[in-house]
């Protein structure tokens, strides 16, 4: 599965790792607003010394389903590794009809099957893990969609830090997207770089003392 893997040398790394499942409906090798937001996200998690990836889902065949593995060529368990492998994931999707698209719904169906999945203490497998979400859209429905990934997430096991969204929302009925750009607002930027830093705090806590197996 390609990626691309990248690190800021100049900061003392924890060796924290972070993992993007960009949920554009665009293929590679087209631009994407979504991947951009996910790349301006994986950045400031280089700034706090985290290694970072990338994956664009849409350029996976990843089967409809709530199992781990629905077989038949799926590439869906690979990408689950490479969470598996992480410390901290970051969620990125556009707005489509005001909810998250379809490809972010399907990763959290996939993700559904790690309900019952342990680890060797017996806690849910994503547990120690934490998860920002960033949104794009040029119409509402920012705040709705952060909220159902979030809570999704949150079900699963992973760890949602402070102010764990971040998005772009371009004026009502237009055509702008956020790769359109000439520069990102100050706002948004701040917003991304908190919820970075917020999400390698909480990783870097939870490194340090995973929560407690249960009886």
Known sequence: MTESTQQNPSVPSADLKAVALVCTLTPS??????????????????????????????????????????GDGDEWPAMRQQILDADILVLATPIWMGHPCSIAQRVIERLDADLSETDDQGRPIMYDKTAIVAVVGNEDGAHKTIADMTQALSDIG???????????????MQTVDYQELDEVPENVASTTTGAARNATHLARLLRGNPYPAGS
């Open 29 to 70: 090798p087209k631009p994407s607003s979504s991947e951009l937001m996910a790349r301006h996200v994986l950045g400031e998690l280089e700034q706090q010394g985290v290694a970072t990836s990338s994956i664009r889902v849409v350029d996976h065949d990843v089967k409809p389903g709530v199992q781990v593995d629905m």
């Open 158 to 172: 992973f760890s949602v830090p402070a102010q764990a969204g971040t998005y772009w929302v371009g004026e009502a």
